[in-house]
C-alpha cells in the first residue's frame, strides 16, 4: 500500500539539511521533492502545488528544538498536512434512523457488490446490526446471484424479486419489509456501468428519491488513480452522496486517489477495502493513513485488530499454561488461528513501525501459515499435548505426512521452544500483564 509514495516522500525528506531554523533556502529543494513525489503518485497538480505551498508557509521560520533535526521537524509538518487533506478526522457512517437505508453507487468492476457484503458484515459484527442486503443490478446476470452468495457467507439475508425488473420498485419493496421483519440496517446494491451514462445516473438518483436513502456512498476503485477522483466528481454533481468508499486499497502503490478524492468532492473517505475476504474492510482514520504512508506504521490499528480476537478468559487459561510449562502444540495452533483472523500477514507487520520498507520485496501470501499447520495436524494427539515424544522416528513421520522435510519439521520445533521460552519468561517476569495493560490503553487511542 502506497510504497511508490512512501519511498518518494522518504528521499524529499532527507534532502532538508542545516539546524536552528529553518529558512526558504534550505527547505526549496525539499517541497520541491515533495511536489514531485505527489506528481508521481498521480495528485492533481494544483492540489500537489496547494499542499507544497501549505507546508513551505508551516516550516519557514520554525525553530528547530535541539531534541530534533529540520527533517524530523518537516515529516511531522507533512504528516499534519497528509492528515488534512485526507480529511483530519474519520467520518462516522451513520446508522442510527431504524433501519437506516444505504445506498451503494459506482462505475462496473469498482467492487460495490463485494463491499455491500463486507460492510454488512462489519455491521452485523462489530455494530451488532440485523442488515438486509438488497439486489437491484437487474442487468448484470450474476451480480444478483454474488450477492446472495456472499450473504449466505456472511450469515447476511439477501432481497431480490424475480418478478420486479425495476430497479427503484425493488428497493421500495425492501425498504418495506425491512419494516415489517425488523431489520435495522438496508443496504442497496446498485448496478454500474463500464463509463458513466445518462441512464444510469437518471436510474440511482430516482432509486435515491423513492427510498431516501441516510447514507449514500460512492464505491470507487483506488487503483485507477486520477480517474477515480473525475468518476467521483461526476457521480457527487448528480447524487451529492455522503461519503466514499476507496476499494483495492491494499493494491495501490501511488496513492493517488486516497489523497485527492476528499479535497475535489469535499465528501470524506468513510471505509477503504484491504482485501477479498469479508473482514478485509477497516473504517477510514486520516491521521493513521498519512503514519503509513511516511513509514511510521500503525501500531494502533494493528493493537485494535489484536484486541477484536482477545479472548479474556482464554488468555487467563493459556498464561496459567505457560507459568507451569504446559504451553502445547495445540495451543500454538490457537495462536496461529488468531493471527490468521486479524487480515493478511504482510499488512499487520506493514503497521508495526519501520517494518513496512524492510518488508517491501517480502512474498508473504495468505498461506504463510499453511505449511505449519500441516505439520501440527500430521502430530498425534499425545505428541501435540507432549512435545517432547517427538524424536528422530516421529519426525520424520510427521514431515511425510504434511509433505514438508525433517528440516522444516525441526526448524518448526526450534521456533516452538523459542515461542515458550520468551512466553515462560514473559508471565514469571510479569510482562503479560504489563503488555495487556499497554495493549488496552493503546486501543483506547483515536
Do not use: W
Amino acid at each position: 500500500m502506497f510504497e511508490g509514495l512512501s519511498e518518494r516522500l522518504e528521499r524529499s525528506l532527507k534532502v532538508l539539511k542545516g539546524q536552528g531554523r529553518i529558512s526558504e533556502i534550505n527547505v526549496a529543494e525539499t517541497v520541491k521533492e515533495i511536489r514531485k513525489a505527489l506528481l508521481e503518485a498521480d495528485v492533481s497538480f494544483k492540489i500537489a502545488k496547494d499542499f507544497t505551498t501549505a507546508i513551505k508557509e508551516k516550516a519557514i521560520g520554525q525553530n528547530v528544538l535541539t531534541s530534533i533535526s529540520p527533517n524530523q521537524l518537516m515529516v511531522k509538518i507533512v504528516h499534519d498536512e497528509l492528515a488534512a487533506l485526507m480529511g483530519g478526522q474519520a467520518a462516522n457512517l451513520n446508522i442510527t434512523p431504524n433501519p437506516t437505508i444505504i445506498l451503494m453507487s459506482g462505475l462496473q468492476g469498482s467492487g460495490k457488490t463485494t463491499f455491500s457484503a463486507k460492510l454488512a458484515n462489519y455491521l452485523k459484527n462489530k455494530k451488532g446490526k440485523t442488515p438486509l442486503l438488497v439486489a437491484c443490478d437487474v442487468y448484470r446476470p450474476a451480480a444478483i446471484e454474488q450477492l446472495k452468495v456472499l450473504g449466505a457467507e456472511i450469515g447476511v439475508d439477501v432481497y431480490s424479486d424475480e418478478n420486479l425488473k425495476n430497479p427503484v420498485q425493488i428497493a421500495i419493496a425492501a425498504v418495506k419489509l425491512a419494516h415489517e421483519k425488523k431489520y435495522n440496517v438496508v443496504i442497496i446494491d446498485t448496478a454500474g456501468r463500464l463509463a458513466i451514462d445518462e441512464q444510469m445516473m437518471t436510474e440511482i438518483a430516482e432509486i435515491k428519491k423513492a427510498v431516501k436513502p441516510h447514507e449514500t456512498l460512492f464505491v470507487v476503485d483506488s487503483m485507477t488513480g486520477q480517474d477515480a477522483v473525475n468518476t467521483a466528481k461526476a457521480f457527487n454533481d448528480r447524487l451529492d452522496f455522503d461519503g466514499v468508499v476507496l476499494t483495492k486499497l491494499d493494491g495501490d502503490t501511488r496513492g493517488g486517489a486516497a489523497l485527492t478524492i476528499r479535497s475535489v468532492v469535499e465528501k470524506p473517505i468513510k471505509f477503504v477495502g484491504i482485501g477479498e475476504k469479508m473482514d478485509a474492510l477497516d473504517v477510514f482514520y486520516p491521521e493513521r493513513m498519512a503514519d503509513r504512508i511516511l513509514g511510521m506504521g500503525d501500531i494502533v490499528s494493528l493493537v485494535e485488530r489484536a484486541q477484536e480476537q482477545f479472548d479474556e478468559e482464554e488468555a487467563k487459561i493459556l498464561q496459567r499454561k505457560i507459568a507451569k510449562d504446559q504451553f502445547n502444540f495445540n495451543d500454538f495452533l490457537s495462536q496461529i488461528k488468531q493471527i490468521k483472523k486479524m487480515g493478511n500477514v504482510k499488512d499487520l507487520m506493514g503497521m508495526i513501525p519501520g517494518m513496512g520498507k524492510a518488508m517491501k520485496n517480502v512474498d508473504i501470501d495468505d498461506n504463510a501459515f499453511k505449511n505449519i499447520e500441516s505439520i501440527i495436524y500430521s502430530m498425534t494427539k499425545s505428541e501435540r499435548e507432549n512435545p517432547a515424544l517427538l524424536n528422530g522416528s516421529r519426525r520424520k513421520r510427521i514431515a511425510s505426512g504434511s509433505g514438508t522435510t525433517i528440516q522444516a519439521v525441526n526448524q518448526l520445533l526450534k521456533q516452538f521452544d523459542e515461542t515458550r521460552k520468551m512466553m515462560k519468561m514473559m508471565t514469571t517476569q510479569g510482562g503479560g500483564k504489563a503488555m495487556s495493560n499497554l495493549m488496552g490503553r493503546m486501543g483506547g487511542r483515536r
